[in-house]
């Protein structure tokens, strides 16, 4: 059994929360009191994220989609674990209370956590703020991907949250194969990167807590200072290289605006924001592990699993099975990014 058939209507909605979902509340959520009103967050999430308000405050309920799901797809249970791992840690994460495994209460498995006050950035130039602004946030970031960076596994519980080594050779065959599911047509440097990348690897470095998806929309800014108050969207989270984590999220020096949220072309001393080997240093110094050797490499990791991901949406926006309305424009970038990656491993950017 991959998952549960999807009702006739969502157990949750907008509105009163439902009877079974007020119970369980009041029975595993320490202090609540309600009744809840809910709201749908909307937003790019995988997993259906639903704000509840209450008298006793106010709480975000992450819930996997409804119906027919992979088994290690929408993984709220590993959310939930690894947000409860680092509460007592430096990454500032949600404080999250419980797990729900019974599909009876909202249709699926979902957990609930605090709602922290924050801001959300889509656009790395940050042009509505200050350059003082700008360069806390960028400090913030660097210094939490750091601190996740830093945390060894074991000392929080979490030693067996994913396999040890093989990582990188683990992710060139994961996405080399996602991409050969996918393909809609020729991408000659797709293929140029499917074949460097296995002869180019470099040493598996120490294994660590990686996010998978570490980047300035999935953190949360202070309502009025320029830090980081939680790191959410953790589904992706699990043990590996702690370099391929952090030049995943750096690759927005090397992308255009237009291509995929990055700050290539922009004025960055002008923004307050670091150049890349600012930032890069700045990164090797805080958390122990410098990716500057092979940072050719990391790139290009980084960009081909992203031109692997584009390609999915592109097949399931020429199959119609797109849930995305833009997913073939998003689909088209597929051919650009693996360009783009090319040029890296060329000496051409």
């Not at 009877?19 to 309600?34: C, D, F, K, M, S």
């Not at 660097?142 to 040890?164: M, Q, S, W």
Request: overall charge negative; charged content about 25%.
């Amino acid at each position: 059994m991959t998952g549960v058939s999807a009702p006739t209507r969502d157990p949750l909605s907008d509105g009163p929360a439902p009877p079974a979902l007020e119970a369980w509340l009041t029975a595993n959520v320490a202090g609540y009191q309600g009744p809840a009103t809910l709201d749908k967050i909307s937003g790019g999430q995988s997993n259906p994220t639903f704000r509840a308000t209450a008298p006793s405050g106010r709480y975000v309920i992450r819930r996997k989609p409804l119906g027919e799901t992979l088994p290690s797809a929408h993984a709220v249970d590993r959310e939930f674990r690894v947000l409860s791992a680092l509460a007592a840690t430096d990454v500032p994460v949600p404080p999250v209370h419980a797990l729900c495994e019974d599909h009876d209460v909202a249709g699926q498995m979902f957990y609930v956590m605090d709602m922290v006050p924050g801001r959300v950035f889509w656009d790395p130039r940050l042009e509505e703020l200050t350059t003082a602004e700008r360069g806390g946030i960028f400090a913030s970031m660097n210094e939490t991907i750091a601190a996740i960076h830093r945390i060894d596994p074991a000392a929080v519980g979490l030693d067996d949250f994913g396999r040890h080594g093989g990582y990188l050779e683990r992710q060139i065959s994961r996405w080399t194969r996602q991409y050969r599911a996918s393909e809609t047509g020729p991408n000659p440097a797709m293929e140029d990167l499917i074949a460097w990348l296995p002869e180019n690897k470099p040493a598996e470095g120490e294994t660590r807590l990686v996010h998978g998806d570490y980047r300035l929309d999935n953190v949360l800014i202070h309502p009025t200072e320029p830090r980081i108050v939680a790191v959410l969207d953790w589904e992706l989270s699990t043990l590996g290289d702690p370099r391929a984590d952090f030049a995943y999220h750096a690759m927005t020096w090397r992308f255009a605006p237009d291509l995929f949220r990055g700050l290539e072309g922009a004025d960055l001393n002008a923004l307050g924001i670091p150049s890349e080997d600012e930032y890069v240093g700045r990164y090797a110094e805080a958390s122990g592990f410098d990716p500057r050797g092979d940072w050719t490499f990391f790139l290009a990791l980084s960009m081909f699993r992203i031109a692997a991901i584009v390609q999915g949406i592109a097949k399931r926006a020429l199959d119609g099975t797109a849930a995305n309305a833009d997913a073939a424009a998003i689909g088209a970038k597929a051919l650009p990014i693996a360009e783009r990656a090319r040029e890296i491993i060329e000496g051409r950017g």
